[in-house]
């Protein structure tokens, strides 16, 4: 078995690769969902009077929160690339799964020969994990867009004597 782990063919870099895709787009998938659950929690607490910084506050700390997830996805990649001395150098690791994660692929760290198709796997993941996390971002900004309409009809109603529910 360990010779064919030095001398995979490439059915089992792929079938490697793709295991190790799976479970990094499920941590994406509980990640992400832990993040809405959050923002959506402190999105139900903000009105039309919640002051600007206490949103972009918000906003700021939401986008940490995918910023990290997607720190941790790539850091699950590197430990098994440095630990089976694909690439002996944890940071060596690290740098060259986040060049084919964000889809660079400039680097001058690469795989042995033989596990080679790990990087377009790896480049596979980060495709689905950013798009993932950009339909979200969408999504919040949506709800920012929602707010601030919100907040100009209130602002245009306040100039005037006729209330919202009048119209």
């Keep these: 078995m360990l010779e064919e782990f030095s001398k ?10 793709t295991l190790l ?12 969902r832990t993040i809405s659950q959050r923002f959506n929690k402190s999105w139900a607490h903000m009105s039309g009077t919640t002051p600007h910084w206490r949103l972009n506050l918000l906003l700021a700390c939401t986008i940490a929160a995918l910023a990290a997830l997607h720190f941790a996805e790539t850091f699950l990649w590197a430990v098994p690339v440095s630990a089976t001395g694909l690439i002996p150098s944890m940071r060596d690791s690290y740098y060259y ?12 760290i690469n795989l042995p020969d033989r596990w080679r198709l790990i990087g377009p796997i790896i480049g596979m993941s980060g ?7 950009g339909s979200v971002l969408v999504s919040i ?8 309409r919100l907040r100009a009809t209130e602002e245009k109603n306040a ?5 919202p529910w009048d119209t």
């Excluded at 689905?128 to 996390?133: A, M, P, Q």
């Excluded at 100039?159 to 209330?163: E, I, K, N, P, T």
């Design 8 to 17: 995979p063919g490439p059915v089992m870099e792929i079938a490697v690769g």
């Design 21 to 32: 895709l799976i479970v990094i787009i499920f941590v994406h998938g509980a990640g992400i």
């Design 97 to 108: 799964v986040l060049e084919s994660y964000t889809t660079l692929g400039e680097g001058n």
């Design 127 to 133: 495709l689905f994990t950013f798009g993932w996390t």
């Design 141 to 148: 900004m949506t709800e920012f867009g929602r707010l601030d």
């Design 159 to 163: 100039g005037s004597s006729v209330h």
